[in-house]
């Protein structure tokens, strides 16, 4: 940024501010990871992604008949199959999960198994939901839901599967899900602090891929943040001579 001679940069660019570590709240993180589900378990129609794209009604408005995830019956699906997992490219801490259903009691999961895994190979198993009765079959399309809550806090996972043991069946599809939401955050090991200071006589901006960012916020190891500087009217930026 250059200007004209006769206007002269009378102030430098200060460095004025620290900036302290800003926490992670706990969220639903399911909507960042990517869902599969073998496709030797998906009944007609469906699609892992339905278990985590905030669509809870397939008949909601713009739903256009999608958003409902479920699998075929469970005997027609080889037994290592039998299962729906969100994975992430960074670790996470990971506290509860909610399964959302509908229609429950003829085609949500009666039983299942929650898995983590911490390298995206091997799955430790570390709840089991028992058996869910589920409320009716709520003629009103209610959504129903069944928490888990860790024991401990599942430290530096990259992805939680549901293993469905059993499942009500009156109809084709079984093992139901609406959506699953998923509670934790990015894990501390693997967040960096993006620290900057508004300078006297401009501004500094930062932004990831994901939009702008402001001083102190955490991100992802390995995020690009690009950071864009501002002078007021009357200075500009100099390169630093050091
Ligand atoms: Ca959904």
Not at 208 to 224: H, K, P, R
Request: aromatic content about 8%.
């Amino acid at each position: 940024m250059t200007l004209p001679e006769c206007i002269a940069n009378t102030a430098e660019i200060q460095v004025t501010a620290v900036v302290n570590v800003a926490e992670e709240d706990v969220h639903n993180i399911a909507p960042d990871g990517t869902a599969f589900a073998p496709s030797t378990a998906l009944a007609s129609g469906k699609q892992a992604s339905f278990v985590n794209d905030g669509i809870f009604d397939d008949q909601a408005e713009g739903a256009g008949g999608k958003g409902v995830f479920g699998m075929k019956k469970l005997d027609q699906i080889p037994e290592d199959d039998r299962y729906v997992q969100i994975t992430w490219d960074t670790p996470k801490d990971v506290e509860s999960l909610i399964l959302w259903s509908y229609f429950a009691k003829d085609q949500g999961p009666k039983n299942f198994d929650v898995l983590v895994t911490k390298d995206g190979d091997a799955w430790e198993k570390v709840a089991n939901s028992g058996d869910i009765t589920w409320k009716s079959n709520a003629a009103d399309r209610e959504q129903e839901q069944k928490e888990i809550v860790f024991d401990a806090v599942q430290e530096g996972i990259t992805g939680v599967r549901i293993y469905v043991n059993s499942s009500y069946s009156t109809w084709s599809t079984n093992a139901v899900i609406t959506e699953l939401q998923i509670f934790g955050r990015n894990s501390a090991e693997e967040k960096v602090n993006v620290n900057f200071t508004e300078p006297v006589n401009g501004k500094i901006s930062a932004a990831t891929d994901s939009g702008e960012i402001v001083a102190g916020q955490t991100v992802a190891v390995g995020t690009t943040v690009t950071f864009t500087f501002t002078p007021d009217e009357g200075y500009h930026v100099e390169p630093r001579a050091d």
